[in-house]
């Protein structure tokens, strides 16, 4: 595609449901990111993929996130257990470059999770 | 780890004014200081970066400055537009490269 799409675009759950987003990145982007975006804040490194492996998974704030990219390019976050805290806007980026400091990351429009 | 402080977090400027937003980071290993520009309910883009071993790059409108000695960094906006009214971030690399670490962001309101 054009860009990096993500769905859905918005979600509401309830506290203690699972809950998938998923990234679609540009296509030849060997270098996947998840960011997470709380209301007046500067998005918060998640996980960075390269390839199917996850190279830099440092962010995940606890065992309740997960995420894959099995086939190296589609990539599914997992929220396990959700909590209120949990609410913000998940953004996905890609790169054609596996470092960032060697190439443009493009953001997706965002998945916002609202956890009631 | 890396931490990037930015200031201010809010900054109101006439049209045509200059406008000028400072960060700091903490990993002297940093080498790579990008810009981002996100309007209201849109995703983050970028508008100009800089490596480590330049200390000065100019887009048009927009110039970033870097002092490696002081770890801090710049953007600067001339002949500020409305369509300059936007959230800014900066950010710094990780040391191995495998991640950006973000400022807070800077509203940006440029009124004509």
């Known amino acids: 595609g054009a860009g990096v799409s993500q769905t859905p675009s918005n979600k509401v759950t309830e506290k203690g449901k699972y809950v998938e987003l998923r990234c679609d990145p540009i296509?030849?982007?060997?270098?996947l990111y998840w960011y997470r975006q709380s209301l007046g804040q500067g998005p918060e490194f998640l996980i960075y993929f390269q390839g199917t492996g996850a190279a830099d998974d440092s962010g995940l704030p606890n065992d309740r996130f997960f995420a894959v990219r099995p086939e190296g390019s589609v990539s599914t976050l997992k929220i396990q257990r959700t909590e209120r805290g949990d609410s913000a806007v998940y953004l996905c980026?890609?790169?054609?470059?596996?470092?960032?400091?060697?190439?443009?990351?493009?953001f997706g429009e965002g998945s916002r999770l609202t956890v009631l | 780890g890396e931490n990037v402080e930015q200031h201010p977090s809010t900054l109101s400027v006439q049209e045509g004014d200059s406008a000028v937003i400072k960060c700091t980071y903490s990993d002297s290993a940093s080498n790579y200081f990008p810009w981002y520009k996100q309007e209201l309910g849109k995703r983050p883009q970028l508008i100009i970066d800089i490596r480590s071993n330049v200390g000065e790059k100019k887009d048009q409108r927009i110039a970033v400055t870097l002092n490696k000695t002081a770890k801090h960094f710049s953007l600067h906006i001339t002949e500020t537009q409305p369509e300059d009214s936007a959230v800014y971030f900066c950010a710094a690399s990780t040391q191995a490269g495998t991640a950006l670490i973000f400022g807070k962001g800077t509203t940006l309101s440029v009124s004509s």
């Open positions: 980026a890609s790169s054609l470059m596996g470092r960032t400091n060697t190439g443009e990351l493009f």
């Open positions: 296509s030849g982007h060997t270098a």
